[in-house]
């Protein structure tokens, strides 16, 4: 006999939330996108968003899906940060179950279908995990300005940073300190500083589209930045691949560049991402949902 | 005759405002403090605090002054900044004149006497000018976090920085860190995102306190920190004094520690503030109105 219930794996972010849908027999039956769903900065949008994601999700499968037969496992930004978690766990759902873990955790498992292996992202932001023997080991991440080295934020907070020691005399003007200037339209400190004063994450990030030509025809200050960047997800792989055989994967807009400054010995060990971050997520609410029900079987 | 004049020197910041008041012979007459008056920040704040400051400084004197007897100098946070100075100079204020400048320019001023000289300010933030000349030139500031090199600020980034990629297995745990997590009360990298999601400038710089010791110890990590910062200082104090004879004020909380890393060409030419900020604006005020004065007089 068929189940009547269904499994919906959320990938959400600061800026969209994706879900699928499968039936029980792990058929694909829905995939929608929605809005914002970061926790840690608004709880309230992101459960929003969940829901919307969902049953956009439902109505793709023309089928007649209630709320309460979701098992539902969403990877969620904000998730590792604990008050946050704990604030979404309070929800009342209404879904049959809720399993909640990190977009990066999410990432992971979905690029090696929920076998072991590393994940390193390298985006707007940066950070790093390795699921093993059913635990996950983050690294890095933190966020912007304290964490998410060798991130496309760092990147463009650093070239901000040149320009500036460049149009103070503190070191030669060159091609980055132009781009970066006609970037952001103007020739003059005070002028980068005001536009920069309402700068986030993806404003500073949105330079690298900029600088990435200039590390195509090497740039000394730019090779540089990368190198410095490059050598940071160096050590990050070293920490997540010691002392076990797990595959890596590179995931994120800036993973291909990263990649090739790997050493040989650590890019031997990458491999392609196998499916989504929903799908990994989609992943761990069924392994949740089963490892329940057969502890409840067997009376633990 | 005694003149009807009064001279006022403000000297305005992110958390305070100082008023000066001097008759026309240069006698004191009274000083005062009130409340913020960073015009970037907020410029009525700003506006507010600074009539504030001058009526309380002319109700220490005990005289009967009105605000059309003052001549303002107004050397305030945020001045550098063109929108914001723009701003500011649409005000329709009740005093004789008002001449606006920078906290910086201010600073420089005092420290000189208005005479020729050069000053780096290192507190919570950094930033750098050389009066030479009648013209000023700046180098640095430009705030927190794409700028404000060496100040209290970026070393308790760094500090913060540090930790993280030692609680990440990437950097060897030491002193820096364990301090570091003491202040901040937790051994937990996602407590320190949490902590540290609500810290502005000033709770960065407040690390220095617990900071500064380590470095009197000569622990690695923060004796590196301080020696990159003042790498970065020696190089503004280079361009600074380049093709002049001007001396050199080192002001700020900081100022004491990069003083003792500077070679001994430039300690050579480092020397004491003669005056405050205030008196530096207030210096300003008075040459602005005499220039005026002359130039009306020569018809020019």
Redesign the interface.
Known sequence: MKSDLFFVGIDGGGTKCRARIEDSDGILIGESISGPANI?RDSVLAKRSIVEAIEKAIAVSELSIHHEQCVVGAGLAGA????AAEKFGEWSHPFRQMHLLSDLHAACLGAHNGQDGAAIITGTGSSATCWNNGVFTD??G??F???D?ASGAWLG?KA??HT?LCL???RKEDELSATICEALNTQN??????V??TFNTHHFAALVEQILPLLYISIDSVVSLFKEGAK?IE??AN?LLANNDCSLAMIGGLSTIYSQHLPSEIRARTVSSKSSPQQGALFFAKTRFFDFQSSNLTGE
């Open positions: 840690m590792n940060i604990a008050q690294i890095g933190h966020g300005p304290i964490g080295v907070l901000v940073q500036l103070d005399g503190l400190a005070n002028d980068i500083v005001s920069c004063a940071y050590s990050v920490v």
